[in-house]
């Protein structure tokens, strides 16, 4: 055996021992911070994660794995962004994180797994970037905050709020009328078919879609004066949808209306509260009326 032989050998002693103390290192991680998160989210310890994933950045280069030094440099971005107060952490951002870290627990098993077969480690065969992208994509606030940059610096989606009260005096003194924008987030057809009715009568510009992650990316480039949403819907929740309208400030100024056909269901189920809660009953069309003029 060889000087470079040996070499190999001895580096490859300390990737599959890396890759074990990193395997029980993230999991454990993982277990805590849903615990500590469970009962509440402001227990989420964001120095803590961020030195986790900084050393998973470096750590992971160095001992050839490039793809999950790609995902903790996006975490480490995110976290950055958290720590600066540049971005408020929300349930969904959590669920993105803790989503993440599992993915790299992941990519470490498979690729000590594939050794026994192969001899070689590495990450080539795993299509890391194709399995992060599926966690991205269900997370487009994520995606509009972290993934959209100018240059090298992460910057906030550019969306457009409605006016204030007294631009809209102005431009009503001006002869111009501003059409209001309202945006649908709902699935089940003779509801939505109500709302769109009223909305239409008060001179509503309306965007329907059953999918969140289209009513978010149609906010972000267009703006919004009101959203309605319901529990269920493709992609991301409608409480998920909730709290990410209400938790950053990009959003601010926009009416945000919960829907349900629960009779009992209270306000104090949603952690994150919307600025309308409507009960599906018989005042609906009342309920949603009030709202809009």
Excluded: W
């Amino acid at each position: 055996m060889d000087d470079i032989e040996l070499y190999d050998d001895e580096f490859i002693s300390m990737q599959l021992n890396y890759l074990d103390e990193a395997i029980d290192r993230i999991s454990d991680f993982v277990d805590l911070l849903l615990d500590k998160s469970r009962e509440d989210i402001n227990n989420f310890d964001v120095n803590d994660t961020f030195r986790l994933v900084h050393g998973l950045k470096g750590t992971a280069g160095s001992y050839g794995f490039k793809p999950v030094s790609d995902i903790a440099a996006a975490l480490e971005n995110l976290l950055s962004l958290i720590r600066e107060k540049k971005f408020v952490l929300t349930i969904d951002a959590l669920s993105f994180i803790i989503d993440s870290l599992e993915l790299i627990v992941e990519i470490f098993s498979t690729i000590k797994s594939n050794y026994k077969v192969s001899k070689k480690l590495n990450a080539l065969n795993i299509n890391c970037a194709e399995k992060f992208k599926n966690i991205i994509v269900n997370y487009p606030i994520i995606v509009k905050i972290l993934f959209k940059t100018e240059g090298s610096k992460p910057v906030h989606s550019k969306v457009k709020t409605p006016e204030k009260p007294e631009e809209k005096s102005k431009s009503a003194a001006g002869g111009e009328k501003k059409s209001k924008n309202a945006v649908i987030a709902y699935n089940a057809r003779f509801t939505k078919n109500i709302i769109c009715g009223l909305l239409k009568d008060e001179g509503y510009t309306i965007f329907e879609t059953k999918s969140a992650l289209e009513a978010l990316d149609y906010i972000c480039k267009n703006g919004c004066d009101v959203l309605f949403t319901f529990q269920v819907l493709e992609k991301m929740n409608g409480r998920s949808l909730c709290a990410v309208m209400k938790l950053n400030d990009e959003f601010a100024g926009i009416k945000v209306v919960f829907l349900t056909s629960d009779k009992n269901f209270k306000e104090s189920q949603l952690v994150i509260k919307p600025d309308y809660l409507v009960i599906i009953d018989d005042n609906l069309e009342s309920n949603i009326t009030k709202i809009i003029v």
